[in-house]
């Protein structure tokens, strides 16, 4: 009842854990059973190992958290080596972040990983783009729309574009990341945010910026997934703010194939887990028989 | 580990800000590991890691100072209130691999950790505990240290001045030091001068507490280490410390 055929891979749930926010799935195996969740996603990898940021890395606001990791994570080529095989235990669609700070970057790590049996790629394009003078790949759409059209001519895995929600058109960015070949798009990213430290008279990051996720965003990241789901006919994976089965049902209701659950495992890492449970009594009570019902209904 | 409801027993305020918290938990637990404790919600959204002070039969204790609204609100607790509980966590300290003369070294809060740490180890154990401002959980050291030092800014009858000032490694086979990172670092250089072995035990701001969100990095030889799952534990030479 729950199972959703995304990219022409099965998902026995809509429910998939957000990059950066369940690690390689490991972590949390000895709290929860990972082989119940719908789909991992990788921490967001990098052609090369990163350190990630100095400095404080997470703060907590109302309603939210502001993180600034650094995609702190091994390199591509030791997660094929030491986690994939980890990983693929569970049973479930094994998505692989891929992030990147140059178009080179992102070709030669989506090479890598189309050699390896990971499901799908999720293209964030949120990382600062050195070479286009620090600017985001994932804001202006005709940037973005080089980066995934690059990729998409070097992978033959479903690729799924990860949009970042400071983008200056939502909905254009995610017809122009189709138009360069997304298979899917997965929205929203982190939104970009500070915290003062009043005392020390300085921002609380060394980047002075940092990316807002958690229920205070829910709303406008469920907006955004609604206008995107009606502007394109690729399948779309809603994230941003979902803690519980309400909020997931409002997302698939706004067009959302599958949903993605970050901050909520850190609020409660049965969460995933309970929303699958919440997702299956209410279509349960309310006699639901599939997910297609629903979906978009909005 | 293991995330689950347990109950209050009790939580006690030892100090203007300080409690101490027992929470009905029966688990397994190494000095100087930590839970991630949450009673409440949704509000805020992040749990909070709070050391163990002492174990004891099915309960274990948490001594913790209210910093901000988590805190606050773990203060506000009564005998049978609920908390969530994610742990214990981390690789803690192997007490009984420590022989001789060892010296636990502590400023404010820091003290928390080592009562527990205390209790597991054999030999003759002096304790160095810094405060500036009066002092608490002292006397429970008493059973279990041979010489107990404390300085205070604020209260009369105690040496006024830093804890590193009173301690010499030269006198001990192991150093076992919790507190702020200034203190931490100057204690790990005072060791290395002796060549007396030193272990940190390190903190930080935290979302999972499992080792996934890279939240609770800390800068050492080997590169970034989490807090929670490669520490809380570190040999102080290893840590490069950014106070």
Redesign the interface.
């Known amino acids: 009842m729950l199972d959703v055929k995304f990219c022409g891979i099965d998902f026995k749930n809509p429910v998939l854990v957000a990059s ?4 390689f799935g490991m ?2 195996e ?3 059973d990972v082989s119940r969740l719908g789909g991992l996603i990788t ?1 967001g990898l990098t052609l090369n190992k990163k ?2 940021n ?7 606001v ?4 502001l ?1 600034s ?1 650094g995609l ?1 994570n091994p390199g591509i080529d030791e997660f094929i080596e030491k986690y994939l095989e980890g990983m693929k235990k569970y049973g479930v669609p094994i998505i692989a972040n891929l992030g990147g700070s140059s178009i080179e970057d992102y070709v030669k790590g989506a090479e890598r990983l189309d050699k390896t049996d990971i499901d799908m790629i999720e293209l964030n394009i949120s990382c600062p783009n050195v070479k286009e003078g620090g600017m985001n790949f994932g804001i202006k759409s005709s940037v973005a729309k080089e980066v995934v059209k690059s990729v998409r001519a070097s992978t033959k895995k479903p690729l799924m574009v990860k949009l970042s929600p400071n983008a200056e058109d939502i909905v254009d960015m995610a017809v122009k990341c189709v138009e360069a070949g997304a298979d899917a798009i997965s929205l929203v990213n982190t939104f970009k945010g500070m915290a003062i430290d009043i005392y020390k008279r300085r921002p609380v990051f060394n980047n002075t910026f940092a990316g807002l996720s ?2 205070a965003i829910k709303p406008i990241a469920l907006r955004m997934v609604y206008e995107v789901s009606k502007a394109v006919d690729v399948p779309v994976c809603g994230l941003g703010g979902i ?1 519980d089965y309400k909020d997931a049902v409002e997302f698939i209701m706004a067009g959302a194939h599958l949903i993605q659950i970050g ?1 909520a ?6 969460a995933s887990i309970e929303i699958i449970e919440g997702i299956e009594r209410f279509m349960e009570r309310e006699n639901i028989k599939s997910l297609d019902e629903i979906r978009g209904i909005v | 580990m293991e995330y689950k409801e347990v109950l209050v027993y009790s939580n006690i305020k030892v100090e203007e800000d300080i409690y101490v918290l027992s929470l009905i938990i029966g688990d397994d637990v190494k000095a100087g590991q930590f839970y991630m404790l949450k009673a409440w919600d949704e509000e805020p959204i992040l749990a909070r890691p709070i050391s163990v002070h002492s174990v004891e039969d099915g309960v274990v204790k948490f001594a913790y100072q209210v910093k901000g609204r988590g805190t606050k609100i773990l203060s506000s607790l009564k005998p049978e209130d609920k908390v969530y509980v994610l742990g214990p966590i981390g690789n803690g300290l192997d007490t009984q691999k420590f022989k001789g003369k060892i010296a636990l070294i502590s400023g404010g809060i820091g003290i928390a950790p080592m009562l527990q740490i205390a209790k597991g180890l054999d030999g003759e154990i002096d304790l160095y505990a810094g405060f500036n401002k009066s002092p608490y959980l002292i006397d429970e050291f008493r059973k279990y240290c041979t010489n107990i030092y404390v300085t205070s800014e604020k209260d009369e009858g105690y040496f006024k001045g830093f804890i590193t000032e009173i301690f010499n490694p030269f006198e001990y086979n192991v150093v076992i030091c919790c507190g702020p990172e200034v203190m931490m670092k100057r204690v790990v250089e005072m060791c290395k001068n002796y060549a007396t072995p030193v272990y940190v035990l390190m903190e930080n701001k935290m979302a999972c507490g499992v080792g996934a969100c890279l939240g609770c990095a800390c800068n050492t030889k080997e590169g970034k280490k989490r807090v929670c799952v490669d520490g809380p534990v570190f040999k102080g030479t290893d840590v490069m410390f950014s106070a």
Not at chain 1, 20 to 23: A, K, L, Q, V
Not at chain 1, 54 to 60: D, N, P, T, V, Y
Not at chain 1, 62 to 65: L, T
Not at chain 1, 265 to 270: D, L, S
């Open positions: 950066g926010t369940f690690g972590e949390y000895k709290i929860i921490k350190e990630g100095e400095g404080i890395r997470i703060h907590e109302r309603g939210g958290m993180n990791i702190q958690g229920p803690i901050t495992n850190f609020m409660n890492p049965r």
